[in-house]
């Protein structure tokens, strides 16, 4: 009986491991840590931009501190809408490219457009006629919150996918 058992277990396929795996796409554990890590790491910037810089610069364009404040109900919002949105459709994902991949090029790209119009929201305003000065810039308000949301909604998005296992 065990020699039965014996030639079967030789006969069976052996089914790679995944060290074996990563051995044959040449990826160490190191560099896929770093890989996962970096998303993070990018999210956790963005966020720290927010917190140390935005408010200060809401009111440089003239927002008052009260209203100030409620800027910052964009991010909530956008939790809850894009994370549940973006979990589902990226399960559902059947991209040649992975189920997050896209999604994470996405993100990155909104935040690049968020950057964009947050830094430059000054002279967008003034391009499209807000006053100089020390007066409400009403024009570079608009273009700084929609920035600013659509910062959210790309952290939002990306935080997600930084929280999966899979990519």
Request: net charge positive; proline share 6%.
């Given at each position: 009986?065990?020699?039965a ?29 770093f ?19 935005l ?25 809850i ?9 990226s ?13 994470i ?7 690049i ?43 939002n ?11």
């Amino acid at each position: 009986m065990e020699d039965a058992r014996e030639k079967m277990k030789h006969s069976l396929p052996i089914e790679p491991s995944q060290s074996m795996v990563a051995a044959q796409n040449h990826e160490s554990p190191l560099e896929k840590i770093f890989m996962v890590a970096s998303i993070a790491t990018g999210i956790q910037f963005i966020w720290a931009l927010q917190l140390s810089l935005l408010t200060p610069y809401v009111q440089l364009l003239g927002i008052p501190h009260k209203l100030a404040s409620l800027i910052w109900l964009c991010g909530p919002i956008a939790g809850i809408v894009v994370q549940p949105i973006t979990g589902y459709y990226s399960d559902n994902c059947t991209s040649r490219f992975g189920r997050r991949r896209p999604y994470i090029a996405a993100g990155t790209a909104f935040i690049i457009v968020g950057v964009f119009l947050i830094s430059f929201a000054a002279d967008i305003g003034h391009a499209t006629g807000d006053p100089l000065g020390n007066s409400i810039k009403p024009r570079a308000i608009v273009v700084f919150v929609t920035g600013f949301c659509v910062l959210h909604v790309a952290n939002n998005l990306l935080q997600v996918l930084a929280g999966s296992s899979h990519s």
